[in-house]
């Protein structure tokens, strides 16, 4: 039980957090600042409520308080400006090409084909206007709806994402309660300032793709499996990143035609959505050229990059050790919910792009996968912060080596001693 002197600290802890988010108010620094400040301030403060979320019980008035502080807190941010990214920007304009009856695809935004479009704003301000979009046909249907609820402005984006977000934490509460886990692991997620900050400050897509994977988890759970096979060919229409649950589900299924099944119907979903499309624009063009060039970072590219100097190389040499890491967990006699966790987890670990908000599909796993590596994960990313940092305050943009150790190696050593143990480090806190 949590004593009246740990109530204190519980409580202190989460009225300090809750009011850090005033000093984008408060504070009279430039907004890049601000945003730095407040997201490595609740970072930390994050990391020890967690620790008493995990440690202690939790009494059921907090729970609901605290939900409902979390909820307050999504709803105030929701006016103020983006600061860390600019890719709103895009969002609205893909909204935009789509609601003057245009496939997305088709053109880049600098094309002279889409000058009857042009505003003050737009595109001018989106990133790569000489890139066609990259983003799956899901979020363009949802981006589409934004733009006609908001404009060119990123509220109508915003209250989108509050929607889909109230539906992830509910769908976390289904899954908890499904496994007889206890109700204060939402706050895991609710509390965290991932998503406050990268959804709901800088308004990304992944927010409209958590709710989807979180239900296609619980049906699966459940044993209702045709509707999480459809669940999960919605989140691939909105990010990728679903693909990796399907060789997961194929050899944790007993029968041939559950296993394929379980690869057709999400598939066949994805095709589904793309196929309006296909006809007049290329959905794949831009999306490869990202893929093959871009990087941030990386721990496992970056450090085989310093010596390789080769690019795509370097992105084969990680996509192998991706598979090697990957077979032995599909193919382990793990729990279903610690195989999409590890999976999820190495797949970071080995890509050449990890920004903040990927690992928002990694934080929705916490409540019923509840790991200090992945605790760590998700708290220490913004560190990357100092890379926003110089980029909105000198226009370069720049990795610091020394952010990338204090990121990954106390998440590796975690994850590594985790692996070892054959336990979570929380259980072992939690038996003392």
Known sequence: MMKKIHKFYFI????????????????????????????????????????????????????????ALALILRTALISLHPIGSDDYYRYVWDGKVMASGINPYEFAPDNIALAKLHSSILPALVNYPEMKTIYPPLAQFLFYLSYKI????FIGIKLLLFLFDIMTIFGIYLIIKKLNLDYKNILIYALSPLPLFQFFIDAHVD???????????????????NWSYFFIGLSICVKPLGLILLPII??????????????????????????????????????MKFTENWTFNGIIFDILDSFIRDNQRTRLICAALLLISYLPVILSKKDFGVKIYLSLFLLFIFSPV???????????????IPKWSGIAFTSLISLTVFTIINYQLYGVWKEYNLVLLFEYVPVLSLFLYELMS???????????
Request: some cysteine; aromatic content about 20%.
């Open 354 to 368: 990890v920004h903040p908000w990927y690992l928002s599909w990694l934080l929705i796993l916490l409540p019923f």
């Open 422 to 432: 054959g336990k979570s480090v929380i259980n072992k806190i939690l038996s003392k």
């Open 150 to 153: 908001g404009g060119e402005s």
């Open 207 to 225: 927010g409209f793709g958590l709710p989807l994977l979180v239900f296609a988890i619980y049906f699966y759970i459940s044993n209702k499996k």
């Open 250 to 287: 194929f050899f944790n299924e007993k029968t041939f035609r559950e296993r394929i099944k379980a690869i057709v119907i999400p598939l066949a979903i994805t095709a589904l959505m793309y196929l309006p499309f296909i006809f007049s624009g290329s959905p794949f063009q831009a999306l």
């Open 12 to 67: 202190s802890l989460t009225i300090v957090f809750a009011l850090l988010f005033l000093l984008f108010a408060a504070l009279t620094y430039k907004p890049v600042i601000n945003y730095a400040i407040v997201y490595l301030a609740s970072s930390i403060l994050y990391v020890l409520i967690c620790w008493f979320i995990l440690k202690y019980k939790i009494p059921a008035g907090y729970i609901f308080s605290l939900i």
